[in-house]
C-alpha cells in the first residue's frame, strides 16, 4: 500500500507562484513514475505533468508548458510541482499520483495505481 499526501496547496493572485508537494509513504515510490493531476470546478480530471521514476524524464500538458515544473526527491520520498505565472484557469483541486511504471510517458489516469486526496489551488485574477 502506498500513502499520498499532498500539501502546498491555497489561495494565490495571478502571477504568482506556489509549489506542491506530495509527501509518499508505506512503500517506496523511487521505481515508479509520479504525475500531477487537477480537476476544476464542473470538469474532469485532466493530467498536469509526470516525472520518470529516476527524474530524468518529465512530460506535461501543453496548458502548463513553461510555467510548472516537476520533480522529485527519491530519498524524501516527495514529488513537487512548481507552479510559476498562475492564471485563473489553473484553479483546480491537484491531485498526486504513483503510476505503474517507470517511465514519465503516463499520461492517463489507468496508468496510475495510487492517488492522493488532493490539494485545493484557487488563483484570483
Known amino acids: 500500500q502506498v500513502q499520498l499526501v499532498e500539501s502546498g496547496g491555497g489561495l494565490v493572485q495571478a502571477g504568482r507562484s506556489l509549489r506542491l508537494s506530495c509527501a509518499a509513504s508505506?512503500?517506496?515510490?523511487?521505481?515508479?513514475?509520479m504525475g500531477w493531476f487537477r480537476q476544476a470546478p464542473g470538469k474532469e480530471r485532466v493530467f498536469v505533468a509526470c516525472?520518470?521514476?529516476?527524474?530524468?524524464?518529465?512530460l506535461y500538458a501543453d496548458s502548463v508548458k513553461g510555467r510548472f515544473t516537476i520533480s522529485r526527491d527519491n530519498a524524501k520520498n516527495t514529488v513537487y510541482l512548481q507552479m510559476n505565472s498562475l492564471k485563473p484557469e489553473d484553479t483546480a483541486i491537484y491531485y498526486c499520483?504513483?503510476?505503474?511504471?517507470?517511465?514519465?510517458?503516463?499520461?492517463?489516469?489507468?496508468?496510475?495505481?495510487?492517488w492522493g486526496q488532493g490539494t485545493q489551488v484557487t488563483v484570483s485574477s
Open positions: 508505506g512503500r517506496t515510490t523511487s521505481r515508479h513514475a
Open positions: 516525472v520518470s521514476s529516476s527524474g530524468s524524464f518529465t
Open positions: 499520483a504513483k503510476a505503474k511504471y517507470s517511465d514519465a510517458n503516463a499520461d492517463r489516469e489507468y496508468e496510475y495505481d495510487y
